[in-house]
């Protein structure tokens, strides 16, 4: 079944896929001369500025459309993250002022671990999150339920950091280890 199909065969419902066929591709063609990119519709649509100011997100602060929010999650001014991210703040997370999340990157305030392994008999497990000012989280990189990052720390791309790194760490791997 193709895209029409599935929102319906009437001549309404084709036109006005259509339509938003030809804006998609007006939208491409103009992103691509004026900035030389070409980006998923929805952030065409959607801005990010502003999608970080309703979730209450500190001044000059940005996240994509595509990214996940879940729980109380508190960001400083001027950080930036990126598409394709998952903010888990079920159990708290705090991220500093400029920042840089990048695309991909995962943080979780919570697992649930035990609560599989005990066939659903233990509870889920929450710790806070906390990142520094001045932080860069490479891409794909995952932060571990409880983990504290000091200011100004580097966290290396496709990392699991499962613990905490004071100020001015630069730190990758699986687990991430002080480089």
């Known amino acids: 079944m193709n895209r029409s199909e599935k929102l319906g065969n009437s001549p309404e419902h084709l036109e006005f896929y259509h339509k938003l066929l030809k804006l998609k591709e007006e ?7 004026n900035f030389n990119r070409s980006i998923p519709f929805a952030d065409l649509v959607f801005d990010r500025w502003e999608k970080a100011k309703s979730l209450g997100f500190g001044e000059g602060s940005s996240i994509y459309d595509s990214s996940y929010v879940f729980g109380e999650v508190k960001v400083g001014k001027f950080t930036w993250i990126g598409p394709n991210t998952i903010l888990d703040g079920s159990g708290g997370l705090s991220i500093g002022s400029n920042c840089s999340i990048s695309a991909g990157a995962q943080i979780y305030s919570h697992d649930t671990v035990e609560w599989a392994i005990s066939g659903g008999v233990a509870p889920y497990e929450y710790g806070p999150v906390v990142i520094g000012n001045n932080c860069y989280l490479g891409p794909n990189a995952i932060i571990s339920l409880g983990v504290t990052l000091g ?3 580097i966290v290396g791309a496709n990392s699991f950091v499962n613990k905490s790194y004071p100020s001015g760490s ?3 791997g699986s687990p991430a280890r002080l480089l």
Do not use: N, T
């Open 170 to 172: 630069k730190i990758a």
């Open 27 to 33: 939208f491409d063609r103009l992103f691509k001369e």
């Open 151 to 153: 200011d100004g720390c």
